[in-house]
């Protein structure tokens, strides 16, 4: 019996790679297990280094960039999970997914912002990547970006 490809494979055939894990800004951890869960501190869209956008979603940032931005966030939390357990494919389920969207006054469209790190979750992990979820507006997230994706894992 085959068990499909491993998240990590799926990854590759979306031609995505893990990033390094992105370093706190300020005193916390990018992630912490206890018990079968891992919870990620919420994850901001970087990448090599730098911040990919700033601004607010509805203004400054379109929101299908944002959506872009949200998934590159989901990238980095999987990447703050890997550093936990070893592998992706130690991971038996997606349980929840939190996204904040720094927003424009009468955006109302957080929903779709944050559907960008679920989608992800969905391509790496199949039902597995099902999760509840939350997607808040808020009027800033730290360095200006207009998004920023915790989860929690479920780990064997």
Do not use: W
Request: charged share 20%; hydrophobic share 45%; with cysteine.
């Amino acid at each position: 019996m085959s068990a499909g490809p491993t998240p990590e494979e799926r990854l590759a055939e979306l031609g995505l790679t893990l990033p390094e894990v992105v370093p706190p800004v300020a005193a916390y951890v990018p992630a912490l297990r206890t018990g079968d869960l891992v919870y990620t501190s919420g994850q901001i869209p970087v990448a090599e280094g730098k911040v990919l956008a700033t601004g607010k979603v509805g203004a400054e940032v379109d929101p299908e960039r944002a959506k872009e931005l949200a998934r590159v966030c989901a990238l980095n939390a999987l990447a703050a999970v890997k550093a936990q357990v070893g592998e992706l494919s130690n991971v038996a389920r997606i349980v929840k997914v939190v996204g904040f969207v720094a927003s424009a006054p009468d955006f109302t469209g957080q929903p779709q912002v944050v559907n960008g790190a679920s989608e992800l979750l969905g391509e790496v992990f199949g039902e597995a990547g099902k999760h509840a979820r939350s997607a808040v507006g808020v009027a800033v997230l730290p360095l200006d970006v207009p998004v920023e994706v915790e989860l929690i894992a479920e780990v064997r």
